[in-house]
Structure formats: structure tokens, C-alpha cells
């Protein structure tokens, strides 16, 4: 990509639509070079979708369809994000596994926040799976995303601690405070082309 270019983004989500949020505000505001080319969501009653669709964005709903395998559903999300042109597809909490023929089609374009620090705590209820453990220090992760259940090569981490009083809803809020910085921050990187990837290392290329 030209080192001036305007990133396109296919945003994936299954829920709320808090990270979308900050997406959608740091395009907005000009803090990233990046612009939302197109929602995808598998819930069609994701709040996110409604979110969305007040910022104006294009959205499709890709509902979960029984007995279908997950590289057929994949082919209907790939289809879309290749009709709206996009170079990168965010997991901003987009709540299913992506099929490694996905992952295929977008080498290196695909990242995720999960909300703890990789390689802790992986998969779902990572806030619980953190306090449950006794962790002193909790937080999120971007990754880009391979084959397997958020183990891609970390791009960026931001720590919170856990304090003795702490809830899972308490540390997720902390934690997702963070989350909402480091992955505007992480597209930016990307977008920028300071982003150097060598098997799981990252180096980030300076100015
Ligand atoms: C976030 O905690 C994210 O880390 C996880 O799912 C949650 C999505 O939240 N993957 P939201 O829909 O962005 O508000």
C-alpha cells in the first residue's frame, strides 16, 4: 500500500459494538488512516449493527445457518468484504471462529482484540478466566489472526491491574478502556505500513 493511502477496513462483529465505536470515532476524527468500508455481522440483533447504521455505514447480516460448514459461511462473509474492496478485516468481538480458508485469503490482514494478555487466557470469559486465576495484572490484546483460537502474533498490549475488589464486570471495564485505545492504535500501524511481521515477531518500523 502507498505510504499515503486510506486503509479499508471490514469491521466483523457479533454484539455490542463498543470497539466498533472507537473505530468508527478515531476514522471520524482523522486519527487513523483508515475508513469503514462495511459491517458484517453474524447476529442480526448485534446493538453494533444499530451502531452502525447511525454512523451511516454499510451493513450485512450473515446469520448462522445449521449444518452449514464454517468454510460455507466463511465464502459469504470473504464475498462481501472482497465487493466493498477491503484490506483488512477487524474481530472487534465478532463471536465465531474463522475457518483456516479465511484466513488464507487475507495473509496478515486479519487482527483481533481479545481481552487479556496473550497467550493467557485465550477463548471465552477471559476477564473471569484472569480473576479466577489470581492474576495481579489483566489486559487486552490485538493479534493478527491465524488458524487457531486467538494465538496469532501480537501486535499490540496494554496491562490494567486487578484490583482485590474487582469484578468481572469492574475488570472487564478496565480492560475494555484499553481495549479501545490499542486498536484504533493497532490500524493505524497497519495502515501505515510500520508494521514488519517475521513468523511471530513484529517490528515496528519507525517514522
Ligand atoms: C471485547 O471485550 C473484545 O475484546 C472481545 O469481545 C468484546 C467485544 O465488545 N473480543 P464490543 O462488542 O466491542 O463492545
Redesign the pocket.
Known amino acids: 500500500m502507498p505510504a499515503d493511502a486510506i486503509l479499508k477496513l471490514g469491521i466483523l462483529?457479533?454484539?455490542?459494538?463498543?470497539?466498533?465505536e472507537s473505530i468508527v470515532d478515531s476514522c471520524s476524527q482523522k486519527k487513523i488512516a483508515a475508513e469503514i468500508r462495511v459491517v458484517i455481522s453474524n447476529n442480526p440483533g448485534a446493538p453494533?449493527l444499530e451502531k452502525a447504521k447511525k454512523a451511516g455505514l454499510a451493513c450485512e447480516v450473515v446469520p448462522n445457518k445449521t449444518g452449514e460448514t464454517r468454510e460455507d459461511y466463511d465464502k459469504k462473509i470473504v464475498a462481501i468484504l472482497l465487493k466493498h474492496r477491503v484490506d483488512l478485516v477487524v474481530?472487534?468481538?465478532f463471536m465465531k471462529l474463522l475457518s483456516p480458508w479465511f484466513v488464507q485469503q487475507f495473509p496478515e490482514r486479519i487482527i483481533?482484540?481479545?481481552?487479556s494478555l496473550l497467550p493467557a487466557f485465550p477463548g471465552l470469559e477471559a476477564q473471569k478466566q484472569a480473576l479466577d486465576y489470581g492474576v495481579q495484572f489483566a489486559g487486552?490484546t490485538v493479534h493478527l489472526v491465524d488458524a487457531g483460537c486467538d494465538t496469532g502474533p501480537i501486535l499490540l498490549q496494554a496491562a490494567v491491574p486487578v484490583k482485590p475488589d474487582d469484578t468481572v464486570a469492574s475488570l472487564?471495564l478496565r480492560?475494555?478502556h484499553e481495549?479501545h485505545q490499542i486498536l484504533p492504535k493497532a490500524i493505524d500501524l497497519l495502515a501505515k505500513n510500520k508494521v514488519e511481521v517475521s513468523g511471530r515477531k513484529i517490528r515496528f518500523l519507525p517514522k
Open positions: 462483529v457479533s454484539g455490542r459494538g463498543s470497539n466498533l453494533a474481530l472487534a468481538g483481533n482484540i481479545h481481552p487486552a472487564s480492560i475494555l481495549e
